[in-house]
C-alpha cells in the first residue's frame, strides 16, 4: 500500500475525530463556558454548515494549485481549527475553532479522493478512495467514546490536543509521502477513450457540471446519505422506544453500526472497481430492503442488532464508488468531487428533517425507517438511469445539460 495512501486515511481519521468527538464533550463545553445546551450545539451544527460552504468555496479558490499543495494547506487549516478549539478562551472562538476545522473537511475528501486513485493502478481506484474513507469511517466508531473517555480523564481540551497531533501527523505524512505531482495526471478513461487531462482553472471546473452524469451522481449521493440518515438520526428513539433497549445500550448499540460503516467502505470499494455501477445499484438496493426490513422488525432485540450493522454496510458502500463515479464523468475536476461530499450532507440535512416530519405526524419511531427506505429507493432509481444512460450512449457523460 502506498505510503500517501496511509498519509490520507490518517488525515481522514483526523477529521472524523473532530467531526464526532465533540458529542461526547458537549456537557463538558457547556459547562466551562457556561453556554446553554443549544448554545453548545451550535459547535456540531456550525461544523456541518461550513463542511457544506467550505467544500466548495475552498476547492474552487484553489482549482489552479497543485493539488497535493491544496492538500497540505487544508491539513494545516485543520490542525490550527482544533489548535483554536484546544486554547479557546470563550465560547466564540471555540465556535470559531470549529468552523476553521471545518472548512477543510469537504476539500479535503474531495480532493484527496483524487490524489488516493492516483496513486494506484486504475483497476484499484475505488479501493484507494475506500482506503482514505476508513480513516473517516473508524473514527464514526471511536469518536464519541474517544471523547467522552479522554475527556472524562484530562478534560474536553485534551481531546482537541490528540486531534491537533493526529493533525501535525497527518501533515507531515502527506507532505513526505504524497507525490508532488499526485492527482495531476489523466484519469483513467471509462469509455474506452482517453480522457482529457484533468481541469485546473476554475472555468474549467464549472464546466464539468454541464453534464448529465455528474448530476445524476450527485443527486444519487445526496439521497443514499438522505435515506440512511433519515433513519440514523432518530435511530436512539427507534431503539429505546420501539426495541425496548436501555439508554446504555445505545452506545454499543451506534458501534455495530460503527462497525458496519468499516466493512460496508471496504467491501464497496473492491466490488466498485469489479463492476461499479452494478455494485452502486446492489448496494443502494440492500439498503433500501434493509430499512424496509428494519421499520417492521424494530421490536426485535436480535433482528435491531443485525439489521443496525448493515445499515451502516449497506448505507456507506457506495460510497468510495460514488466518488470515483462523479469524478470519472466529470473527467477527474476535482469541484465535482467536493460538491460530492456537499451533496452528501445535503442529504444528511433532508432525510434529517424529512423523518422529524414524520415523527411529528404522529407516525411513531418506526417511520424515519420507512421514510429513508423511500429516498434510498428513490436513490436507487436515480442510480439505475445513470447507469443505463452511460451503457447506452458512451458519449451520455459529456452530454450538455442544455
Given at each position: 500500500m502506498p505510503g500517501g495512501l496511509i498519509a490520507l486515511a490518517l488525515g481522514g481519521f483526523g477529521i472524523g475525530l473532530t467531526e464526532?468527538?465533540?458529542?461526547?464533550?458537549?456537557?463538558?463545553?457547556?459547562?466551562?463556558?457556561?453556554?446553554?445546551?443549544?448554545a453548545a450545539g451550535w459547535l456540531i451544527s456550525g461544523?456541518?454548515?461550513?463542511?457544506?460552504?467550505?467544500?466548495?468555496?475552498?476547492?474552487?479558490?484553489?482549482?489552479?494549485?497543485?493539488?497535493?499543495?491544496?492538500?497540505?494547506?487544508?491539513?494545516?487549516?485543520?490542525?490550527?481549527?482544533?489548535?483554536?478549539?484546544?486554547?479557546?478562551?470563550?465560547?466564540?472562538?471555540?465556535?470559531?475553532?470549529?468552523?476553521?476545522?471545518a472548512l477543510c473537511h469537504g476539500s479535503f475528501f474531495g480532493i484527496g479522493s483524487l490524489v488516493a486513485r492516483s496513486l494506484v493502478a486504475p483497476e484499484k481506484k475505488s479501493h484507494a478512495v475506500a482506503i482514505m474513507f476508513a480513516g473517516l469511517t473508524v473514527a464514526n466508531v471511536l469518536g464519541v467514546p474517544f471523547g467522552a473517555l479522554v475527556g472524562e480523564r484530562w478534560g474536553?481540551?485534551?481531546?482537541?490536543?490528540?486531534?491537533?497531533?493526529?493533525?501535525?501527523?497527518?501533515?507531515?505524512?502527506?507532505?513526505?509521502?504524497?507525490?508532488?505531482?499526485?492527482?495531476?495526471?489523466?484519469?483513467?478513461?471509462?469509455?474506452?477513450?482517453?480522457?482529457?487531462?484533468?481541469?485546473?482553472?476554475?472555468?474549467?471546473?464549472?464546466?464539468?457540471?454541464?453534464?448529465?452524469?455528474?448530476?445524476?451522481?450527485?443527486?444519487?449521493?445526496?439521497?443514499?446519505?438522505?435515506?440512511?440518515?433519515g433513519a440514523f438520526s432518530y435511530i436512539a428513539y427507534t431503539f429505546t422506544e420501539v426495541g425496548g433497549f436501555s439508554p446504555a445500550d445505545v452506545a454499543w448499540l451506534l458501534m455495530v453500526y460503527g462497525v458496519g460503516l468499516v466493512v460496508g467502505n471496504l467491501v464497496g470499494g473492491r466490488a466498485a472497481d469489479r463492476d461499479r455501477d452494478r455494485a452502486l445499484v446492489l448496494a443502494l438496493l440492500g439498503l433500501t430492503i434493509t430499512l424496509a426490513l428494519f421499520g417492521l422488525l424494530a421490536a426485535s432485540a436480535t433482528a435491531s442488532v443485525v439489521l443496525v450493522f448493515l445499515l451502516g454496510l449497506f448505507g456507506f458502500a457506495s460510497v468510495p464508488g460514488m466518488i470515483t463515479r462523479v469524478t470519472d464523468v466529470a473527467h477527474g475536476a476535482a469541484l465535482a468531487a467536493s460538491a460530492n461530499v456537499s451533496a452528501s450532507n445535503v442529504g444528511n440535512a433532508l432525510g434529517a428533517w424529512l423523518g422529524g416530519l414524520a415523527i411529528t405526524a404522529g407516525l411513531g419511531y418506526t417511520a424515519p425507517l420507512y421514510v429513508g427506505a423511500g429516498i434510498a429507493l428513490t436513490s436507487a432509481i436515480v442510480m439505475a438511469v445513470a447507469a443505463h444512460q452511460a451503457a447506452g450512449s458512451p458519449t451520455q457523460q459529456t452530454d450538455s445539460c442544455t
Open positions: 464526532f468527538l465533540i458529542a461526547g464533550l458537549l456537557p463538558q463545553v457547556a459547562s466551562s463556558f457556561s453556554v446553554s445546551e443549544a461544523y456541518a454548515l461550513s463542511v457544506a460552504v467550505g467544500a466548495i468555496a475552498l476547492t474552487a479558490a484553489t482549482a489552479r494549485l497543485p493539488r497535493k499543495q491544496v492538500l497540505v494547506g487544508l491539513v494545516a487549516l485543520f490542525v490550527v481549527g482544533n489548535l483554536l478549539s484546544a486554547v479557546a478562551p470563550s465560547y466564540q472562538v471555540m465556535l470559531l475553532g470549529r468552523i476553521v476545522a474536553w481540551r485534551a481531546a482537541f490536543w490528540a486531534v491537533t497531533g493526529i493533525g501535525v501527523l497527518a501533515l507531515a505524512g502527506i507532505v513526505a509521502l504524497v507525490p508532488g505531482r499526485a492527482g495531476q495526471t489523466r484519469p483513467p478513461a471509462v469509455t474506452g477513450r482517453s480522457d482529457p487531462i484533468p481541469p485546473s482553472g476554475l472555468r474549467a471546473q464549472f464546466r464539468a457540471f454541464r453534464s448529465w452524469q455528474v448530476w445524476l451522481t450527485l443527486t444519487a449521493t445526496a439521497l443514499s446519505y438522505g435515506g440512511m440518515f
